[in-house]
């Protein structure tokens, strides 16, 4: 009788052991996952915003092929330039 009891208990704690190890191991496989979704959901967010630049971007880029009187707005406002009869007052903040 003490054989079999040890047996039993040999099987037991085999069990307990194979089920804790693998509870430890799903445990640490789900947080690796729960990270990688933060990632993911990170990624696609900075995926989305890219997408809205680059939108915002080509519009602009549309505008500048399309548009005399955008690409002279944006020349007088980024290098200074006027036309002859004109004078640029320049104020220091």
């Known amino acids: 009788m003490p054989i079999r009891q040890i047996i039993v208990a040999f099987y037991l704690l085999l069990f307990l052991s194979v089920g804790a190890g693998s509870a430890a191991f799903f445990w640490k496989t789900r947080q ?3 990270q990688l979704r933060q ?3 990170s990624t696609q967010r900075r995926l ?3 997408e809205e630049r680059l939108r915002d971007q080509e519009r602009i880029l549309k505008r500048l092929r399309t548009d005399p009187a955008y690409v002279e707005m944006k020349i ?6 006027a036309r002859p009869e004109e004078f640029i007052f320049r104020f220091e903040d």
């Open 32 to 34: 690796e996952y729960n």
């Open 39 to 41: 990632v993911e959901l």
């Open 48 to 50: 989305v915003e890219a």
């Open 76 to 81: 007088r406002q980024r290098l200074g330039y």
